[in-house]
């Protein structure tokens, strides 16, 4: 049933792993050596805040499905927020697609501009998803027939990954921002595909379930 959608993923995957195997990046150890700002920025270890922030964000989203909603939040209308999120989790992906694309073309403060971007977006996406989960029940996918074979595939790929690409972004990010090139390339090449994958899967269980939603 999936070997269609699965074949359009996996290919989508390993062309973007290809097309980072050559970042036009150089060396830090070669170029910014004298450069005693970002020396010491190359001492920085993120790494403990980085693991904190990965068990925080992913414990809250799971205590968002478990815990009883918050009672003071039954007073508001959150339902246009699951629209929110899919409209912040494509603007993710278009600013990942031209960090890619920047990144190709040795366009490196582009890059980086739309990198940050992408986390502004998600970092938006993922308080707007707190709220609404914190507030409101879920919504169950009424479909049926193939469709609702290719929601749940979708769903739980969507949701391991989303997982995932927590500590992969922040190590990718940390990387970059101490300068350390040839790790920011080699973990960047799994990164892009998924936090693409993730964002834009976002936006298609979004228009999945939409129908379904309490108006």
Same mark, same amino acid.
């Given at each position: 049933m999936f070997c269609l959608p699965q074949s359009i993923f996996v290919t989508a995957f390993l062309r973007c792993i +290809?097309? *980072? /195997? /050559? @970042? !036009?990046?150089?060396? =830090? #150890?070669?170029?910014n050596h +004298?450069? !005693?700002? *970002?020396? *010491?920025?190359?001492?920085? #270890?993120?790494?403990s805040l980085i693991w904190? $922030?990965? @068990? =925080?964000? #992913?414990? $809250?989203?799971a205590l968002a499905f478990f815990l009883p909603k918050i009672s003071s939040l039954k007073g508001y209308d959150f339902s246009k927020l699951p629209l929110l999120n899919a409209i912040l989790n494509g603007l993710t992906f278009f600013s990942l697609m031209i960090a890619l694309f920047a990144i190709r073309h040795k366009k490196i403060p582009l890059h980086r501009t739309f990198v940050f971007l992408a986390f502004s977006f998600t970092s938006l996406f993922l308080f707007s998803y707190l709220l609404y989960h914190f507030s409101t029940p879920s919504t169950k996918y009424g479909g049926d027939g193939i469709l609702r074979g290719i929601y749940f595939f979708v769903l739980l790929t969507h949701v391991f990954l989303a997982a995932l690409i927590v500590s992969l972004a922040l190590f990718t990010m940390a990387f970059g921002l101490n300068n350390q090139i040839n790790r920011h390339r080699k973990i960047a090449k799994w990164t892009m595909p998924i936090w693409l994958y993730v964002s834009f899967t976002g936006v298609l269980v979004y228009l999945l379930i939409s129908p379904y939603y309490h108006h």
């Open positions: +290809h097309v *980072l /195997d /050559d @970042l !036009p990046f150089s060396d =830090a #150890n070669t170029t +004298h450069n !005693p700002i *970002l020396k *010491l920025m190359q001492q920085r #270890n993120y790494k904190v $922030l990965t @068990l =925080a964000i #992913n414990g $809250l989203i």
